[in-house]
């Protein structure tokens, strides 16, 4: 199985007790291909970078993780993003983005594009998320959302990651009538009800629910359960809490990583989102989006029966 995940990677800027600043870099997405290549994945990063040496530091630390890099593109003169993250005493995180002029939001505006969205066309699934969608401007989405339809027309599946960040859209209408299209072409949602309420007022809205009867829809929720809803599978499925969270970046990402790679590999919704858990819960004790090696998990998908409720 071939994975393509598409979106951005930027430099990390990360504030330390003392107030000093270290640096490393992340995304959403490219957090989730680094897990997913740790867990026996094959997968592609398809984005856009620069010429500069941070660019470089990335390519090579990508291919040491085993994530492939043969659809990424190079702007000459450009730069990645980047972002600062702040946290409270509790590990939750504030974010400051610098990326209005990132090479990776011309992806799907360049001479190399249509190359890349015939090669989009030989994965079996294509990950996605709604930092994805809001880098690009119209016409790139519409070029994107033009590569699902083709890949899925192939044979391949294709995942959504409902990550909403308001700061990345000009309003709250035009994100609500993207991720409805992205709702649509998507075989596998993942979501969290934080976003959806942010988006759309409400914790499960009907735009996602209306899609039960054909796609498969992760829910995370507030209070450590998932709901998993897919035909025949509607199931809850309980983490274990977390003693000591240091740091909750990269927790919905890693969660993506251990499903995915889960459902890749045969397992059942239910067995993939304890999988998901329980990665997420090793991910939230270190700081930072990427963990140890050592740190891995050796164990990702117990039975689940002690984590696992029939809905009502």
């Not at 498969?216 to 897919?230: F, I, M, N, Q």
């Not at 251990?258 to 997420?280: I, M, N, V």
Request: aromatic content about 8%.
């Amino acid at each position: 199985m071939r994975v393509a995940a598409i979106g951005e990677c930027m430099i990390e800027l990360s504030e330390l007790d003392d107030g000093r600043l270290s640096r490393t870099y992340g995304g959403d997405t490219f957090n989730t291909a680094v897990y997913l290549a740790r867990l026996g994945v094959a997968v592609d990063y398809v984005t856009a970078l620069g010429d500069d040496p941070f660019s470089e530091e990335m390519l090579a630390g990508w291919r040491r993780e085993g994530v492939g890099t043969a659809h990424v593109l190079r702007l000459a003169g450009r730069l990645p993003g980047l972002y600062l993250i702040r946290r409270d005493a509790g590990g939750e995180r504030s974010f400051f983005y610098w990326r209005s002029a990132a090479a990776a939001r011309e992806l799907f505006e360049l001479p190399e594009t249509p190359s890349v969205i015939e090669a989009l066309g030989d994965y079996d699934l294509l990950y996605f998320s709604g930092i994805t969608l809001s880098l690009y401007g119209e016409a790139g989405r519409e070029r994107l959302f033009d590569a699902l339809v083709r890949a899925r027309a192939r044979g391949g599946r294709v995942a959504f990651d409902t990550n909403f960040r308001p700061r990345g859209w000009p309003d709250r209408a035009v994100a609500q009538a993207v991720y409805r299209r992205a709702f649509d072409h998507a075989d596998i949602v993942l979501a969290s009800s934080e976003d959806l309420e942010l988006l759309f007022g409400q914790p499960r809205p009907d735009e996602l629910t209306m899609h039960a009867g054909s796609a498969e829809l992760v829910l995370k929720r507030p209070d450590l359960t998932c709901h998993v809803s897919a035909p025949g599978v509607d199931v809850v499925v309980k983490a274990e809490p977390v003693p000591d969270v240091v740091d909750t970046t990269a927790a919905g990402d890693s969660f993506a990583a251990a499903y995915l790679a889960a459902r890749l590999g045969g397992a059942a919704p239910a067995r993939a989102a304890a999988a998901g858990h329980r990665l997420a819960g090793v991910v939230v004790g270190h700081r930072g989006a990427i963990i140890p090696r050592t740190a891995m998990p050796a164990l990702l998908a117990p039975e689940p029966d002690h984590a696992e409720e029939k809905c009502p």
